[in-house]
């Protein structure tokens, strides 16, 4: 069993890649780790259930290059969280976070995500087994409230009894989430937004990190939220428009852009890809989670046409990359020009 090293990179949550299952896989977080040498990136979550009893290798597999990395985890029982969060930190995961946003029915019959914020207690001790366990970070990942469940003093009831167990940082996910009736993409969109909540909490709570997520698009929004919490997190956004990470060391950080442009970024990645391919990943797998790259730019349709035409087919390799890559213009100059 492999370990890598705990973690050196600095870890700030000023800006952040929310954790998004099939989505965030070690492929799209290799590319994001490109893009962005500061954004804090997230896993897809992953039970307890499936670290204690399935291939806790394969669940935790990630590339070094990665750091700062959180794991997030989808659980309830504080035994299991208290040994994931061990193993978090065992294989140099930079913080881990628990699950308590995430809606789907799957999830709640198993007392995971979004249905634990009707169990502010049973949430706070599991944040104590796992804070007693590891030394890294242990936060949290929640919504502003579920059905039934959704004033203000609920959401400060949830707030004070987690932080009192040892959570000091609280990602809001600036909606509610109604537990029956609406998929888990529904929960995403339909119940409407509520910034101004999430910063009364930083008010309210200013010894606590508060991170803000939701509908989050474009810096200029970053900022503004900026001004209320102290981070903000984009989900969709940077799934689909990755580039856009490319601007979040300077933008963010003050720092220099970690890549020149995107042609640039995409060849960094292929030492990474071959070694994918050559344990047997289909070249599918990888190529989906990079078509977002050339959105809106000249021949972006074709590059990800040529990809989606190709790269399912059998023994496709590098080539069908360097293919896709010809149809886009050559690279453009650096960002800094
Ligand atoms: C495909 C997909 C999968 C998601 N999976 C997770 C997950 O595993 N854990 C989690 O906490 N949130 C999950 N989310 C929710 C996001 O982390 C985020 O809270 C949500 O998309 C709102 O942020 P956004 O508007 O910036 O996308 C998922 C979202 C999407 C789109």
Redesign the pocket.
Known sequence: MTFHQPSVSALSRRFSV??????TTPHFRYLARILSKRALLYT??VTTGALVHGDTERFLRHDASEYPLAL?L?GSNANELAHCARLAQQFGFSEVNL?V??PSDRVQNNMIGACLMGHPGKVAEGVAAMREATDIPVTV?HRIGINGRESWDHLCEFIETVSAAGCQTFIV?ARIAILEGLS??EN?DIPPLKYDWVYRLKQAYPHLEIII????KTFEECHQHLEHTDGV???????HNPWLLADVDTEFFGEQPAVNNRHEALQAMFPFIQQELDRGVYLTHITRHLMGLFLGQPGGRQFRRHLSENANKPGSGLEVIEQALSKVREPEPSLAS
């Open positions: 929310a954790p998004m299952m099939d989505w897809e979550m997030q989808g699950n946003g995430c990942k996910h888990p993409k995403r997520n939701g509908g989050i997190m984009l989900g969709r956004e940077a799934y």
